[in-house]
């Protein structure tokens, strides 16, 4: 069937309110159209439904649920429990349902030629009432399951469409797909609603379920392509996490801050600058956690609101582990400059962490962060959703110019090569180089600065020691090599 | 619509049909949920069936309507 609308000179569009989805689609839904929202069973379609109504309301739009599956009442518990009060959107005039779900309760049959009129006319009616702007019909198989014929629904569902549009209402409608991957979705729905289609994935890539978004068209208007990993979270609904579409307006900056070790500043020519992503890489009790320490000790000092992501240690640990190098982290807590969080990398889903990640730096607006560490985090995620998450979490704090510290474990004693992770040394201002070596009978530490983006450094390989003052870089070590290979010996002489 | 109020015509003490047109009460259709044009709504006797389409091919209404009266009455 033909669109009978002309096309439109441009298409405006409807912020949709949920985090990310506005990214990835260039400014929401478009305006007065009905987008299909696809996805097999479980891949978050009703979820999008809610938040999307929700997010209306929430911003004084009324939206019109029509739901053609579950019931009111279990809509309203579901929603609940994403942190949507529905029964209070319901008592302020922000929210209606239209219940098309099937009544098991009574028997029907179907005998002759029908329409939809009653329901096109209860939706219409319902729209009137309330002065919606937001539609969501959820979801289309449900009606499927009601009502036999196929080609009528497709014909009303048409018919709805239109008539949605002539209200200048934007719509969401959602459907089935018989798989995640593949053209069609079924009822031949896609085909008459074609103009926007989102879908919504929910895979398992080697034994973790992912989910994604993708706008697969959105006619007349631009949207970012491919696949967006999106998370549902009790209490926050749907957050899709835009990786790439975060417009990095990365201001270089002259202005340059301490790591917290003067003669470290000292080899990085005053410093490091405001806005850089700092990785420290080493093998496990090289300093990592200590030199993570004094970052945050030197933002404390300059008067910096600091915020430390710990996935190896306890909070108390931390603060146990600093007063043991003369810094003191429980005044600078109680004084409102450093908060800690520490949570269990296995605790919640790569997705979910960086959202919580995001939420809690919008939330603290911290100058500094540490993310100590990177390792712990990529355990037993796949190599795609920990490469998004890092990009996603370093896309954000470059936005928010934000100073980063990151600290990633090396696998072997003396050293080895993470870092040349391509993913994580691309988008890193300074790599610092932590290692073990071995000298006459004793194991020393060394460390040097890899690369520091944008400004002259020592390139010089240094011992370091740990004191109860911390680190104290030492003299540069001579004839050493095997120090990226982590095969590492000093002359003997 | 024609047959259903033929019945009432018939034996007003036995039937009674209100004709509800949707598209000038949709707050009726909203509070019976019906979706499909025309439906047939049998509220009394219990339980409430529903009959959705136009009868048209010509089957006997009170069949479907009341289907156990007429198994009963042969």
């Known amino acids: 069937m033909s669109d009978s609308f002309p096309p439109p000179s441009f298409i405006d569009k409807l912020p949709s309110g949920m985090p990310g989805v506005d990214l990835v689609t260039h400014g929401g839904l478009p ?44 809509l309203r518990a579901h929603a609940r429990s994403l942190g949507f009060d529905i029964a209070e959107l319901e008592k302020r005039g922000l929210w209606r349902f239209v219940d098309a779900a099937p009544n098991p309760a009574i028997e029907a049959q179907v005998f002759g030629d029908y329409d939809l009129a009653a329901l096109l006319a209860r939706v219409r009616h319902a729209v009137q009432d309330v002065g919606a702007t937001r539609v969501a019909v959820d979801s289309v198989g449900g009606l499927f399951a009601q009502v036999p014929d196929e080609h009528l629904i497709r014909g009303e569902l048409h018919r709805l469409a239109a008539s949605l549009r002539g209200m200048g209402v934007t719509s969401v409608l959602t459907c089935e797909r018989p798989g995640e991957y593949g053209d069609a979705g079924m009822f031949g729905v896609e085909d008459f609603v074609a103009d926007n289609v989102l879908v919504l994935r929910n895979v398992l890539e080697d034994g973790q379920r992912r989910r994604t978004l993708e706008v697969l068209k959105m006619r007349g208007t631009s949207h970012q392509r491919g696949e967006y990993p999106f998370s549902v979270i009790s209490g926050e609904g749907l957050t899709v996490l835009p990786l ?130 990177l390792s712990a985090l990529e355990r037993g995620a796949t190599a795609k959703a920990f490469r998004e998450f890092v990009i996603g979490l370093s896309a954000y704090i470059k936005q928010e110019e934000i100073a980063g510290l990151f600290t990633v474990t090396t696998s072997d004693l003396s050293g080895g090569t993470t870092i040349t992770d391509s993913h994580i040394s691309t988008i890193t201002d300074v790599v610092l180089l932590l290692r073990y070596i071995e000298g006459e009978s004793e194991i020393r530490r060394a460390l040097t600065v890899l690369k520091m983006r944008g400004s002259a450094h020592d390139k010089s390989v240094r011992e370091f020691v740990i004191s109860s003052d911390g680190i104290r870089i030492e003299r540069p070590i001579s004839q050493l090599r095997g120090f990226l290979t982590g095969d590492l010996s000093t002359p003997s002489a | 619509m024609a047959r259903v109020q033929a019945l009432q015509a018939q034996d007003s003490e036995r039937f009674r049909v209100d004709i509800v047109d949707v598209l000038q009460r949709p707050d009726v259709a909203d509070q019976h949920g019906i979706l499909a044009t025309p439906t047939l709504v049998r509220v009394e006797p219990q339980p409430e069936y529903r009959i959705i389409g136009d009868l048209s091919r010509g089957d006997d209404l009170l069949s479907y309507l009341l289907p156990d009266t007429v198994s009963q009455t042969p």
């Open chain 1, 31 to 74: 305006k007065a159209r009905t987008t299909l929202v696809s996805g097999t069973a479980g891949s978050a379609k009703t979820v999008f439904a809610v938040h999307f109504l929700a997010a209306g309301a929430a911003s004084g739009e009324p939206g019109v649920f029509v739901t053609l599956e579950e019931a009111p009442d279990d």
């Open chain 1, 244 to 373: 790439t579409a975060i417009d990095i307006r990365q201001r270089s900056t002259d202005e340059r801050i301490s790591s917290g070790i003067d003669t470290l500043d000292d080899m990085c020519n005053g410093g490091w600058f405001r806005d850089s992503m700092v990785l420290v890489s080493g093998p496990t009790g090289a300093g990592k956690t200590l030199t993570a320490t004094h970052f945050l000790a030197g933002g404390i000092a300059a008067g910096e609101r600091c915020l430390s992501f710990s996935f190896e240690e306890s909070r108390e640990q931390l603060h146990r582990n600093a007063r043991g190098w003369g810094i003191d982290f429980s005044e600078a807590e109680t004084g409102g400059l450093l908060r800690i969080h520490s949570a269990f990398p296995e605790s919640a889903g790569l997705e979910d962490h960086l959202i919580r990640m995001k939420n809690l730096i919008d939330e603290y607006r911290p100058q500094r962060i540490t993310v100590d560490s």
